[in-house]
Structures are given as structure tokens and as C-alpha cells.
């Protein structure tokens, strides 16, 4: 079954770096598009990136853009999200999800991690 696994959330100072990994099997990885998310306490979940299957297309909610990076190893199924320059305002659960088709909402996505933590302490 379709298993997706994040790591590396955690709790950082305000402008400080984490690196998130997701695991995925149960599934060809390298022909499925794929995107995190986050939601904080008492907000909806959203979009942060996406990467398309093969690695040439990526998109960012402007909130992040500039600051966060995606990247994906079709080798190792494992989509990565490189966080850098830290703000409060990043704190909450980070999910992977994988992409019936590239899209930077929730409904463009049919399976979910269980989340990992980011904190951001200014």
C-alpha cells in the first residue's frame, strides 16, 4: 500500500535551517508528482511546494518562495524540502502528499503523510 513517511521537523531558532525527507513506497515514486503542505493551529492546511515527477518543474506559495526549496531523489524515493531562513510565522505540521497531478491545492493530492513538527522560536 501507498506508505509516505516524513522526517527531520523539529525546533529551530528564527532564521535558522531544517531539512524535511519523505519516504515514500508502495509505489512507482518517479511517476507521481508530489507537494507539502502545513497547518498550524486553528488554520487549514496549505500549500507550500510541489515537484513534478521527473524533477524539472516546481512551484511555491509565495509565502516561502525564495526561502524553501524542493527537491526530489527518484532513486531513493524520497521528495526533500529544504527550509532556510526560518520565520515564526513557519511554525506547524508539515505533510507530504502525493500528487494525482500537479497542483497546489489539497484536492490535487490523494495520499498524506502523518506529518512532522516544525517549530520556529523567535
Known amino acids: 500500500q501507498v506508505q509516505l513517511v516524513e522526517s527531520g521537523g523539529g525546533l529551530v531558532q528564527a532564521g535558522g535551517s531544517l531539512r524535511l525527507s519523505c519516504a515514500a513506497s508502495?509505489?512507482?515514486?518517479?511517476?507521481?508528482?508530489m507537494g507539502w503542505f502545513r497547518q498550524a493551529p486553528g488554520k487549514e492546511r496549505e500549500f507550500v511546494a510541489a515537484?513534478?515527477?521527473?524533477?524539472?518543474?516546481?512551484n511555491y506559495a509565495d509565502s516561502v518562495r525564495g526561502r524553501f526549496a524542493i527537491s526530489r531523489d527518484n532513486a531513493k524515493n524520497t521528495v526533500y524540502l529544504q527550509m532556510n531562513s526560518l520565520k515564526p510565522e513557519d511554525t506547524a505540521v508539515y505533510y507530504c502528499?502525493?500528487?494525482?497531478?500537479?497542483?497546489?491545492?489539497?484536492?490535487?493530492?490523494?495520499?498524506w503523510g502523518q506529518g512532522t513538527q516544525v517549530t520556529v522560536s523567535s
Open positions: 502528499g502525493r500528487g494525482a497531478r500537479f497542483s497546489s491545492r489539497n484536492t490535487g493530492y490523494d495520499y
Open positions: 508502495g509505489y512507482l515514486f518517479s511517476t507521481y508528482d
Open positions: 515537484i513534478m515527477w521527473g524533477g524539472g518543474s516546481t
